[in-house]
């Protein structure tokens, strides 16, 4: 198996009470069948069984462990492996391949929105071997992906190349993040076109968002005095539209009819 990452992947740390939107409220926890049955060893309260999935009862529209400076109770008392998958892997998402697995980050998550969407320099995309624990090329991974799945990767690694070179190094790591994240999952549902049209369809109207209050100058980057503003468009557009399957499949029907 061969992990692929962006060179910024591992830098990511939770800024937990200090978020402004805290990812422990306003939806459904799913518990994985390991984390219930942990749960239910240790006596661990508010636990649902009826639905699809087990889940935490939510109180008030949040986490029933989620304190009121905003800190995990589960965490305090037990340490970070205690917590259920979910809980464990957001913000990231994962893309496979058929002996690979990309991980990344989400845009909705603040923390990770400054992360991505400050930094300078092109995202470079790390390739290891966990068999071997070494790190491989570019070239030594394409070789190992059947026909279809060497298409898509070779077809978004030249999107890459074409957005590190925008002028702006905040719409060009927009760009990046949203073909990172957005043109393996074609893989699965087969819309290739509609992704690449959702993916600059989506930088644009962040674009937009920011150039509505950065002005006549338009400066951007962790330098603007707008950088945390700019960064709550782009996450609250992913939290919208990219965490709701339902409007992310209607949108790509929209683009699909056009």
């Not at 998550?109 to 400050?118: F, H, M, S």
Request: with cysteine.
């Amino acid at each position: 198996m061969i992990s692929i990452y962006p060179d910024y992947y591992k830098e990511f740390k939770c800024i937990a009470g200090a978020c402004r939107h805290t990812c422990c409220a306003h939806w459904e926890i799913d518990i994985d069948e390991e984390s219930l049955a942990r749960y239910k060893r240790d006596g661990i309260p508010y636990i649902s069984e009826e639905g699809d999935d087990p889940h935490f009862e939510l109180k008030e529209d949040r986490c029933p462990f989620l304190n009121h400076e905003n800190l995990c109770e589960l965490i305090l008392e037990h340490g970070e492996d205690y917590l259920c998958q979910i809980c464990r892997d957001h913000p990231r998402f994962r893309n496979y391949f058929t002996d690979a697995e990309e991980i990344g980050l989400g845009l909705c998550c603040e923390a990770a929105a400054q992360l991505i969407l400050g930094r300078k320099t092109p995202m470079k995309l790390i390739y290891v071997d966990e068999e071997t624990g070494r790190e491989i090329s570019y070239e030594e991974f394409l070789i190992t992906l059947p026909e279809d799945e060497r298409y898509v990767y070779e077809l978004r690694s030249e999107r890459l190349k074409e957005a590190a070179k925008l002028a702006d190094p905040m719409e060009a790591r927009l760009t990046e993040y949203f073909l990172y994240r957005q043109i393996p999952d074609a893989l699965y549902d087969g819309r290739l076109d509609e992704r690449i049209e959702f993916v600059y369809d989506s930088v644009d109207k962040i674009v937009a968002g920011w150039e509505s209050i950065t002005g006549d100058d338009g400066k951007t980057g962790p330098e603007s005095p707008k950088f945390a503003e700019m960064c709550e468009i782009a996450r609250a557009y992913s939290d919208a539209i990219e965490y709701d399957d339902e409007i992310l499949d209607a949108r790509l029907d929209e683009l699909a009819m056009m």
